[in-house]
């Protein structure tokens, strides 16, 4: 049902969308295993019943080709006719429109492993608000094999299948982008002291670890860039223009660490680091120098009460 987009346009996906939609899906699921616990309790074991489906619209701008998804808000389904509550739509699109005037609706999301049939009737209904809506969706099961996001962006086009005009869903690609706010909440998030009374320690190895798959996952995709040049200049594979600019407008952030402004700012804040552990050091010292040393007239003074000897200091 879904192949690759063809519409060139680029999109660029905020965190925020991803935190709605996981909280959005974690407390629906929640609710129900609660309510199915009760149900089991009181009328046997049944089955587990599927994970609960969550919908929601997706709001941002979109600036030439370029369509950029910062927000999102929850919707009301009807299973039973595979239909949006209209009016409750109509409610927060107006709410949301007077808090940030310059979103508009783009598409919708929901949960699960992949676009059902189904999804092509909210889909449709969407188009009276934008004609091409986008359809983001979160897959939330866990899969510890797979490194990329589980959350797919599908776009909708109109392809002639057995001589019929027919909508279908055709798969695109995204970015992820952030500004300084969105960094520092989900910094501030990732930094959370965790509720089974983790420590400071476990905090810092969990953050080292994570900045190590970084580092390593960067150090594995710029080797295979460099696996790809060479191969590239031995005329293994054909040249592309368009890639190679790509590629050099990549590499020149990296030989930035190089330069002699670099080093000396880096020296300067090294030597900066280290003045301030040597005070910090001598300071520590002179305070347990002082307490020794009030130890040691103290003992002198009760000393000269028995004997007539002065104190030390």
């Known amino acids: 049902m ?32 609660g309510a199915d616990a009760g149900a089991c309790s009181s009328g046997g074991a049944d089955s587990p019943p599927p994970p609960p489906r969550v919908f929601g619209c997706v709001i941002g701008v979109q ?23 209209r009016a409750f739509l109509e409610k927060k699109q107006e709410l949301y429109k007077k808090v940030f005037p ?27 608000i934008n004609e ?13 094999a797979q490194k990329d996001l589980p959350i797919t962006i599908y776009e909708s086009e109109l392809h002639i299948i057995d001589g019929i005009p027919q909508l279908i869903f055709a798969q695109a690609s995204y970015t992820i982008e952030t500004v ?7 910094d501030h998030v990732a930094h959370l002291k965790p509720s089974d009374g983790g420590s400071a320690a ?32 031995k005329g293994e594979i054909p040249r592309e223009n368009s890639l190679l600019r790509q590629v050099s407008s990549l590499l020149r952030r990296l030989p930035t660490i190089e330069s002699e402004k670099f080093r000396d700012d880096f020296l300067m804040e ?40 002065t ?3």
């Open 2 to 33: 879904a192949s690759s987009s063809s519409s060139g346009l680029t999109f660029k996906l905020h965190p925020l969308v991803l935190l709605n939609i996981s909280d959005h899906y974690t407390r629906v699921k929640s609710q129900a295993t």
């Open 63 to 85: 600036r030439g080709r370029t369509v950029e998804i910062f927000n999102s808000f929850e919707l009301l389904y009807d299973p039973s006719t595979h239909s949006l509550d």
């Open 102 to 128: 310059n979103f508009y609706i783009l598409g919708w999301y929901s949960t699960g492993s992949d676009a059902q049939e189904s999804d092509m009737n909210i889909h449709r209904a969407l188009m009276d």
């Open 132 to 144: 091409s809506p986008l359809y983001v969706l979160l897959n939330p099961s866990i899969n510890h």
């Open 180 to 186: 300084e706010a969105e960094r520092i909440s989900v």
């Open 202 to 233: 476990t905090q810092l190895a969990a953050h080292l670890t994570g900045t190590h798959s970084a580092i390593k996952m960067l150090n594995s995709r710029i080797r295979v860039l460099h696996h790809y040049l060479l191969a590239m200049q």
């Open 270 to 309: 090294y030597n900066d680091t280290l003045l301030v552990s040597y005070l910090a050091m001598f300071t520590n010292c002179s305070s347990t120098m002082n307490e020794l040393v009030d130890k040691f007239n103290t003992a002198y003074e009760r000393h000269s009460r028995r004997g007539g000897r």
């Open 311 to 313: 104190s030390f200091i």
